[in-house]
């Protein structure tokens, strides 16, 4: 159970902002059926598919030290978020490789040709790899590294 008390009676003024998790290739797993977003851009609203991965194990590439000071218990870390703008034939056709390719699921039942609907979830626990990127940005005026997920992979 959660002890929200020990929680809200810390010093906020004592609060730091946590270490980026480092660079690099992580195995990681498909946490749960994908989020169906509506995002407004300037050209309209467009549909996002955002699948949450949950980081399971770093690869070589991954710098040791810093990933003990982000994330001392990488189970614990928060997932990533793997976006797909689905609302063009680019975006569909990217998802249909992410679920085929990187996912590894079959897109054909027999003769029979599965629908998206039915084939998300099954990407429910598929193991991918990820490569962990950092981008710059602003945070309440202040530069601060966001932590994105840059390119995914078939294990």
């Avoid at 169906?36 to 980081?55: N, P």
């Avoid at 030290?65 to 569909?92: C, F, R, S």
């Avoid at 039942?109 to 099954?122: N, Q, V």
């Amino acid at each position: 159970m959660v002890d929200f008390t020990e929680i809200l009676n810390k010093k906020a003024a004592d609060t730091e902002e946590p270490k980026p998790l480092p660079t690099g290739t992580f195995l990681a797993a498909v946490q749960s059926l994908p989020e169906q977003r509506t995002v407004e851009t300037k050209d309209g609203d467009r549909a996002v598919l955002r699948f949450k991965c949950k980081l399971i194990m770093p690869k070589d590439d991954v710098d040791m030290e810093k990933l003990a000071e982000a994330a001392p218990d990488l189970a614990a870390y928060m997932p990533q978020n793997h976006d797909i703008w689905v609302d063009t034939p680019a975006g569909e056709f990217a998802l249909q490789q992410f679920l085929k390719e990187t996912l590894g699921l079959e897109l054909e039942s027999g003769k029979t040709k599965k629908s998206y609907s039915e084939l998300l979830p099954e990407s429910v626990g598929k193991q991918l790899l990820v490569t962990i990127i950092h981008k710059m940005g602003m945070r309440d005026g202040k530069p601060t590294i966001f932590v994105n997920i840059g390119s995914v992979a078939h294990v």
